[in-house]
């Protein structure tokens, strides 16, 4: 077993399915089938897991996997974390503003100015939106949305990306709110 060089996240093996040893994936890809078109996966440390079949069922996909034959075998890879080499990742059916996420890694985040807010760790998706990672050697990472707003342009080829530091809630703006006048009220 030899790990990948570049790998990709795309999909975790969820649950068994059924007692013939199917396995359920959630993809981490626009379609789900897009899994089986790799036919290879690996985990982790390398280890190959060869797609014999598969169909999807809603947003999973349920797939027969070489040398797993019964239910035992496919509850043993739950949590399992399948990757492929990032080179096979299909960048000519990306659009101009379509990218992917495991290309932002490593990016580093400037506003108009210039000025370093760090680099991007992780893009991560806690349900309420897609969030940036970034970090400063030494400082703790901060999270900012990954929306157009905060993120307004982005350079792969050069390696950085702009943000909008108010939009990213990276600067306070909010002043002092106005004090109420001390002068009396008068009488009714």
Do not use: C
Not at 86 to 110: I, K, M, N, S
């Amino acid at each position: 077993m030899t790990p990948l060089q570049n790998p990709v996240l795309v999909g975790v093996i969820a649950a068994a399915q059924g007692i013939r040893g199917e396995v359920r994936i959630k993809p981490f890809t626009a379609d789900p089938e897009a899994l089986a078109l790799y036919r290879v996966l690996h985990d982790r440390s390398g280890q190959r897991f060869e797609i014999t079949a598969a169909r999807t069922a809603k947003t999973m996909l349920v797939a027969r996997i070489a040398g797993v034959d019964d239910r035992n075998r496919a509850e043993a890879l739950r949590g399992t974390e399948l990757f492929v080499e990032r080179e096979l990742l299909p960048d000519d059916d990306l659009e101009d503003d379509e990218f992917f996420q495991v290309d932002l890694e490593g990016l580093e985040a400037r506003d108009a100015d210039g000025r370093s807010w760090g680099v991007v760790t992780a893009v991560l998706d806690f349900g309420g939106g897609d969030l940036l990672e970034l970090r400063k050697p030494g400082d703790k990472p901060v999270m900012i949305p990954f929306s157009r707003a905060a993120v307004p342009e982005i350079f792969i080829e050069a390696g950085w990306l702009r943000v909008d530091a108010q939009a990213a809630g990276l600067i306070d703006t909010d002043e002092e709110a106005p004090k109420k006048d001390d002068k009396p009220e008068p009488p009714a």
